[in-house]
């Protein structure tokens, strides 16, 4: 999750009032904020990444001014007939603007704007690859303005924080953030730029802005653009940013700007409006286990910042406020009304439950799991943990295998499409990051991976494993046999070897785990075409083993 730091005075300005720090650490939790740190005037916090909202100090004052009844924000959204104009850049196709009025910036302002911009084209930008998103002084710029592709030799500017004019060639070579962005457009002949009617260039995007059309604490008006492969990401991020920027404005008027497209079509920012949700209260009662009437629900709907809903005979209709990007159905509005009533007083009705018969024990899994971490460690073996997430991509794709993972319909990171289905990828990722600064790798890692199987009700099912690799310029599959065996053997187990076949591992080189009759594994060596794939130069020979099997033998 991003980390975002804010002042705790200008969060108090922009609030209206002050905050102590008790009222800080109860709230922001609240706003599904985890607090790092509060030093001082500084707050750090995590926000998720479901809540682009409150990436910065004026989202999230905006958040607590409607959990606190503060008072309503409202934002004057008009049309003063501007246009731009796409000139049609094929591998970035599509570009929004808005305009942002009469703000009233200081130092910490243009910090939250540019952490604002840098954290939004990170994360919901996928880290300026599908968008990315500017800001310029508007005074500075004579519209309409032109996205364009131009010649990376001739065409120059003085990049942000520069002094000199580079040419764009120039640009990514030698700026950090052109050598950080570079490869999202190094490979193309011609680069995309933002110019205005002068000519004067405001940006080569996605890489960086202009230093003659920076935001400055003098600037009174600001421009926003977003370049991208998605037109509703590219929407989305105009939208959330003039929002944001518009709490510092001192009338919050934001202009609407029509981007004429190369087949004459319209790309129109920032969004009038989300859509609206109908939700039962009948419904919302079930999933919280708790029984609401329509008034108390339309209270705790206000808190969270939804001031637009009809009251029908059986449900509500409720508008999707502006900087709400993740609200997508019923059950995330249901989610809000859970915040606002509390978690802490959901199912409170539990303490009425009858009490135990008996003392809790670990579960059967959870011993056996620190059993084997007891034993990988005292054989100088590193623990390390992955994330149960993945994506088909390192779990499947790079194995060549045929088999199928559950997959997330709403992923918000690309490298988080779907649940893990085994551990070897995950522990082939930490050698990589690891291969240079160790010339021995000896890790393992204990969790559990998700497979689908039409035979359960869910359509999968759970399994905890402990997997185990080995790397150094001399590994082999013996190193691997005799890992298993020494551990097994602690447990009074004997296992055996059979030879098989598994893609992505050497044949003849690779064996299946028997306990007992009972296939509970398999031990081999990483085949050297994946290795090269992963830039990897010394053999790794990895195992992983079935808790879940083994725990049946050990219980016969």
């Not at 796409?86 to 703000?103: Q, S």
């Not at 031990?523 to 090269?532: A, F, N, T």
């Amino acid at each position: 999750m991003p980390v975002i730091e804010i002042s705790k005075s200008d969060l108090e300005k922009l609030v209206g009032r002050d905050l102590s720090i008790e009222e800080i650490i109860d709230l922001l939790p609240r706003m599904k904020c985890e607090i790092e740190r509060i030093e001082g005037d500084i707050i750090e916090y995590e926000a998720t990444h479901d809540r682009p909202d409150l990436f910065s100090t004026e989202g999230l004052a905006r958040s607590l001014k409607y959990f606190l009844g503060i008072g309503e924000t409202s934002y004057k959204l008009v049309d003063e007939g501007i246009k731009a104009f796409n000139k049609g850049v094929y591998y970035r196709p599509y570009v929004a603007f808005a305009i942002v009025r009469n703000v009233e910036l200081n130092n910490e302002a243009i910090k939250q704007i540019m952490q604002l911009q840098e954290k939004l084209a990170t994360t919901y930008g996928r880290n300026r690859r599908k968008a990315s998103i500017g800001v310029y002084d508007l005074d500075t710029i004579k519209l309409p303005v032109y996205y364009e592709l131009a010649d990376i030799y001739e065409t120059k500017f003085t990049p942000l924080n520069e002094t000199v004019e580079m040419n764009l060639y120039e640009i990514i070579e030698k700026t950090d953030k052109g050598r950080e962005f570079g490869w999202i457009i190094k490979d193309y002949d011609k680069y995309p730029i933002l110019r205005d009617s002068d000519g004067r260039i405001l940006s080569l995007a996605p890489i960086i802005n202009s230093e003659d059309t920076r935001v400055t604490e003098n600037t009174r008006n600001i421009i926003i653009d977003s370049t991208g492969i998605d037109p509703e990401i590219v929407i989305d991020m105009v939208t959330l940013m003039a929002l944001n920027i518009a709490e510092r404005s001192i009338d919050r008027k934001i202009v609407y700007v029509e981007t004429i497209m190369p087949d004459n079509q319209v790309l129109k920012a920032p969004r009038s409006s989300r859509g609206s949700i109908k939700i039962s209260v009948r419904e919302i009662n079930r999933i919280l286990g708790v029984k609401l009437n329509t008034r108390t629900i339309v209270d705790y709907l206000h808190k969270m910042g939804f001031t637009e809903i009809i009251e029908k005979k059986r449900y509500l209709e409720v508008k999707i406020p502006l900087h709400r990007l993740d609200i997508i159905s019923w059950i995330d509005i249901s989610e809000d009304i859970a915040i606002a009533y509390g978690y802490d007083r959901l199912g409170s009705e539990s303490i009425e439950l009858p009490s135990t018969k008996q003392s809790g024990r670990v579960h059967p899994v959870e011993y056996l799991s620190r059993v084997f971490r007891k034993i990988l460690s005292s054989y100088n073996f590193i623990e390390v943990v992955n994330y149960i997430m993945s994506n088909p991509t390192i779990q499947l794709e790079l194995f060549n295998l045929d088999k199928k993972m559950i997959t997330v319909s709403n992923p918000k990171m690309e490298k988080y499409t779907g649940l893990r289905i085994w551990l070897t990828p995950g522990l082939l990722e930490t050698i990589i990051y690891n291969a240079e600064k160790e010339k021995e790798i000896r890790i393992f890692e204990i969790g559990d991976v998700v497979i689908p199987d039409e035979e359960y009700e869910t359509g999968a099912r759970t399994e905890r494993r402990v997997g185990l690799a080995i790397s150094h310029d001399k590994a082999t599959l013996t190193d691997g046999l005799t890992t298993v065996t020494t551990i097994l053997e602690q447990l009074g187990l004997k296992p055996e070897f059979r030879q098989t076949s598994i893609n992505g591992f050497l044949e003849k080189r690779t064996a299946s785990i028997f306990v007992d009759g009972v296939e509970i594994g398999f031990v081999g060596e990483i085949h050297p075409r994946i290795l090269d794939k992963l830039g990897l130069t010394n053999p790794v020979v990895i195992a992983e083993l079935s808790l879940n099997n083994l725990l049946n033998i050990i219980s016969r």
